[in-house]
């Protein structure tokens, strides 16, 4: 499969933002797909995910309440709605599948494919 996040940009805080990822290739038997962020010289951090077989949403503490992650249709397989924004968001977000089955979507090395990403900035 191949992925491709876009809808980055830059945003005041407390502004909104959603991120779309498309795929092309294999997705009918995907575990899980996940957004995850990263700041230079930061490893790269879980944001949201979402179990396919179930739908079941996961997210990370610092996102709780603020991003919802979404199943989408046809080419866009998932998106990142990203509420009340703080300067500390801005990252680059990647979106990521996962086919091996089991376990937390969280961890990075259990996706086998990633997006480029794409950059979010928040200005204060």
């Known amino acids: 499969v191949q992925l491709q996040a876009s809808g980055g940009g830059l945003v005041q805080a407390g502004g909104s933002l959603r991120l779309s990822c498309a795929a092309s290739?294999?997705?009918?038997?995907?575990?899980?797909m996940g957004w995850f962020r990263q700041t230079p010289g930061k490893e790269r951090e879980f944001v949201a995910g979402?179990?396919?077989?179930?739908?079941?949403?996961f997210y990370g503490d610092s996102v709780k309440g603020r991003f919802l992650v979404s199943r989408g249709t046809a080419s866009i397989l998932v998106y990142l709605s990203m509420n009340s924004l703080k300067p500390e968001d801005t990252a680059v977000y990647f979106c990521?599948?996962?086919?091996?089955?089991?376990?937390?979507?969280?961890?990075?090395?259990?996706?086998?494919?990633w997006g480029q990403g794409t950059q979010v900035t928040v200005s204060s």
């Open positions: 290739g294999r997705t009918f038997d995907i575990y899980g």
């Open positions: 979402v179990h396919w077989g179930t739908s079941t949403v």
């Open positions: 990521a599948a996962r086919y091996g089955a089991g376990g937390s979507l969280s961890p990075v090395p259990t996706y086998e494919y």
